[in-house]
């Protein structure tokens, strides 16, 4: 099974600032990447496809990179909204995997 | 608009059974792959199963084959996941979310979730 790790653990910022999160696969998964944010007690939104496409809805201030097996996702500038925990999942390769989230948290 | 919706989640005793179902409308239900995904409660997303938009292609998780059966009813729009021998380590809320791909056998990432339902295996 491909193992996604993602870092850091928790990010803390202020509303405005940039953040920058990462996800390794343990091997090339292409751009079968995407992101999802998930807020306390809702389901996962779908935030990034095929590594930097944006899901219908998601804001511009979200983008998506890389390809192979690193990858970052970067929130321009932070909005009250955006403080979630974010996790990566590929789908490159039988089974499905995630990551196991980056908490993005108030500083 | 497209909408999930989860039912049957609930207490049960280890060893015994559950059956978990999601209603779904606003969109092709046999167009689409459907997945079951869990949470367990304060950790991260687990892929649990997957069946494809006609029913013939269907994978499991290693840590729920054998116990798990996914299926679904064209008739009435409806997947459902029973849940055979259950077990204390398969506490979760359960998510069925749709497959982005359409009539594919390839699946992909998840475009659309429902808001979960709680399973809770305790004696």
């Known amino acids: 099974d491909i193992v996604l790790t993602q870092s850091p653990g928790t990010l803390s910022l202020s509303p405005g600032e940039r953040a920058t999160l990462s996800c390794r696969a343990s091997?090339?998964?292409?751009?079968?990447l995407a992101w999802y944010q998930q807020k306390p007690g809702q389901a996962p939104r779908l935030l990034i496809y095929?590594?930097?496409s944006r899901a219908t809805g998601i804001p511009d201030r979200f983008s998506g990179g890389g390809s192979g097996s690193d990858f970052t996702l970067t929130i321009s500038s932070l909005e009250p909204e955006d403080f979630a925990v974010f996790y990566c999942?590929?789908?490159?390769?039988?089974?499905?995997?995630f990551g196991p989230g980056t908490k993005v948290d108030l500083k | 608009q497209v909408q999930l919706v989860e039912s049957g989640g609930g207490v049960v005793q280890p060893g015994r059974s559950l059956r978990l179902s999601c209603a779904a409308s606003?969109?092709?239900?046999?167009?689409?792959?459907l997945h079951w995904v869990r949470q367990a409660p304060g950790k991260g997303l687990e892929w649990v199963a997957v069946?494809?938009?006609?029913?013939?292609?269907?994978n499991y998780a290693d840590s729920v084959k054998g116990r798990f059966t996914i299926s679904r009813d064209k008739s009435k729009n409806t997947l459902y996941l029973q849940m055979d021998s259950l077990r204390t380590e398969d506490t979760a809320v359960y998510y069925c979310?749709?497959?982005?791909?359409?009539?594919?056998?390839?699946?992909?990432?998840?475009?659309?979730w429902g808001q979960g339902t709680l399973v809770t295996v305790s004696s």
């Open positions: 091997q090339s998964v292409s751009s079968s």
């Open positions: 979310a749709r497959d982005s791909r359409t009539d594919a056998y390839n699946f992909d990432y998840f475009d659309f």
């Open positions: 999942q590929q789908y490159g390769r039988s089974p499905l995997t």
């Open positions: 095929d590594a930097s």
């Open positions: 606003g969109f092709s239900f046999r167009s689409y792959a």
């Open positions: 069946i494809s938009y006609d029913g013939s292609r269907i």
